[in-house]
């Protein structure tokens, strides 16, 4: 009972607080809301832009720092770990990631520790170790927070998470922009796009939006066919290797002739 | 020129494809290998998902060995009697193959038996075929006759049959045998199983070299054709565009690939093919020994 209390008084807070803070609001433009994967696609930019509009004049204090985040769709992941036994490196420990974002990008507009506090943080997801959601190791796996590294190690070197501080510009505390770049590499779904506003680390104001991605022409027919009619696409496959292997074949017969 | 794969879902470079798919291909021409051993590491390396890549080089040997098969074909070095019985087996053996690795994936740790069996077979065939090209051609330099084809227990099997085209008259057993085992391996691994079939058609079997690459050729398509058509309907990861590309490069390869061969000499064909083989037997095996750069991987989740 005197949890339940508790907790309606948290979510009053809350409630309070963002009541508080809904004076200023994001008005957003993307320069595109929708990214076509077409054949010869190789990768995007996508510039994110706004404007803070509000009713009074700026409010004193610590600046204005915005933070853009953008996130592919989710999948569960395993994290595998090699050992070396009797002489030769195998998988051993293995990790299972529940939710990882297939792209996760970060903007901010100062150093991210500066701009934003560990708890909005953990509230908000934001930065890209909190993006990935990792219910639990099995027990006899100690450091399970190593795979975690690990994961986010790998995926920033290729670019799939990336971390840019100081590059969303804010002028006046009212206009900001930035340019978000996705990867060649890149797979269909609702990008969930966020803008955090925030003075002396504390969220004052947020904007979601999303980016659609998906393939299109071509790309998109051959993707549909090979799902909902696998075995006319298999045969089809085929028949198209016996074709080009017959074609190479005479082709080379009439070089030979002539 | 970057193309987008659209069950890959990653983006490279299409003449980068086009180079592989002509190398492996003239390899594959000259061997009557599939070329499956080395095009699918290749894939891996450049970022293809391997599920993907070895879906996809399945669909691809399938072209190359076509044209090569249709090369082979005008110059009436294809035993189909012998590619039929090879066959018959084969199919059985990849069947079965395909219900050891759905075990061995239940057990876990299939990566690393595929590859264990890759340094094996690839290191055994491979020594086995370099020592004795060695001996044939020393032999042939220093003037003597090679040595006849022994009578061995093979010849007292049952169930004789003539095969003209390979001047054989032996029991289909041990074709039936070869091929169940071939398909077996290719099934594992994840190759058409050429690598393993020409050396056994030379060895066990004492087909005449110029005959035994068509022949494996032959059988290739239809075990690979096979694998194709399970992995397009049951996982959905072959990429016909990721195919296209690597099979007109692959096609042009093996019939650049076949006119080599009919030029070198038995023996040189078999020191080059020995030589390849022990290449990537080493590659492989240095991956197993040495420390990797990165300790963790990332794979996809298996569906519970």
């Not at chain 1, 909190?130 to 790998?154: N, Q, W």
């Not at chain 1, 510009?169 to 900001?176: A, M």
């Not at chain 2, 290749?42 to 076509?66: C, H, M, R, Y």
């Not at chain 2, 070198?264 to 020191?271: G, H, M, S, V, Y």
Request: charged share 15%; aromatic share 8%.
């Amino acid at each position: 009972m005197v949890r339940q209390i508790f907790a309606f008084l948290t979510f009053v807070s809350l409630s309070l607080a963002t009541l508080a803070v809904a004076d200023e609001a994001v008005v957003l433009g993307l320069s595109k809301d929708r990214v076509s994967i077409t054949t010869n696609f190789d990768g995007s930019e996508i510039l994110i832009f706004g404007a803070i509009k509000r009713e009074d004049p700026i409010p004193s204090g610590d600046p204005l720092q915005v933070i853009v985040t953008v996130a592919g769709p989710s999948t569960p992941i395993t994290v595998r770990r090699k050992e070396k036994r009797l002489g030769i490196w195998v998988n051993t420990d293995a990790v299972e990631v529940d939710q990882a974002p297939s792209f996760y990008a970060v903007h901010s507009s100062g150093p991210l520790n500066e701009v934003l506090k560990n708890v909005e943080d953990l509230r908000h997801k934001i930065s890209v170790p909190r993006a990935i959601r990792s219910v639990g190791a099995p027990s006899h796996i100690a450091d399970s927070m190593s795979f975690t590294e690990a994961l986010i190690r790998i995926r920033k070197g290729s670019e799939i998470y990336q971390l840019n501080e100081n590059s969303v510009v804010v002028e006046e505390q009212t206009l900001f922009r930035t340019s978000v770049r996705l990867p060649a590499a890149l797979t269909e779904g609702d990008y969930r796009t966020r803008i955090f506003l925030t003075r002396g680390g504390t969220v004052v104001g947020q904007y979601e939006t999303t980016i659609d991605v998906e393939k299109v022409g071509l790309e998109r027919w051959l993707y549909e066919l090979s799902r909902q009619q696998p075995l006319i696409y298999g045969l089809m496959s085929l028949a198209i290797a016996i074709a080009a292997g017959w074609g190479a074949s005479a082709a080379f017969r009439l070089l030979r002739l002539s | 020129m970057q193309i987008y794969l659209p069950i890959a879902e990653v983006s490279v470079n299409a003449f980068l494809l086009l180079g592989l798919g002509g190398i492996v291909g003239v390899l594959s021409g000259m061997f009557g290998v599939g070329g499956g051993f080395l095009m699918t590491p290749l894939l891996f390396f450049i970022g293809i998902p391997p599920a993907v890549a070895v879906a996809t080089e399945a669909n691809q040997i399938v072209a190359s060995s076509f044209s090569g098969v249709l090369a082979h074909l005008k110059r009436k070095t294809v035993d189909l009697k012998m590619g039929t019985v090879l066959l018959i087996g084969g199919l059985a053996g990849a069947a079965l193959g395909v219900v050891i690795f759905n075990y061995l994936k239940a057990q876990g740790q299939v990566d690393l038996l595929v590859k264990l069996c890759y340094v094996v077979f690839l290191g055994i065939i491979g020594s086995l075929m370099f020592v004795e090209s060695l001996r044939a051609i020393r032999n042939t330099k220093s003037g003597k006759p090679p040595p006849r084809k022994k009578h061995n227990w093979i010849h007292g099997l049952p169930f004789k049959m003539r095969f003209r085209v390979s001047g054989l008259y032996i029991s289909v057993i041990p074709p039936l045998i070869v091929g169940v085992c071939v398909g077996i391996l290719a099934a594992i691994m994840g190759v058409g199983g050429g690598f393993i079939m020409v050396p056994a058609m030379i060895y066990l079997l004492g087909m005449p070299t110029k005959v035994v690459v068509g022949t494996s050729l032959f059988q290739i398509i239809f075990v690979t054709g096979f694998t194709t058509l399970l992995h397009a309907t049951t996982n959905f990861t072959v990429d016909i565009v990721l195919a296209v590309l690597l099979l007109v490069g692959g096609v042009i390869g093996a019939q650049i690939g076949t006119r080599i061969g009919v030029k070198l000499k038995a023996e040189q064909l078999r020191i080059l093919l020995a030589i390849m083989v022990l290449v990537v037997c080493g590659k492989l095996a240095l991956d197993l020994l040495l420390m990797p750069s990165e300790l963790y991987s990332i794979g996809a989740t298996e569906g519970h």
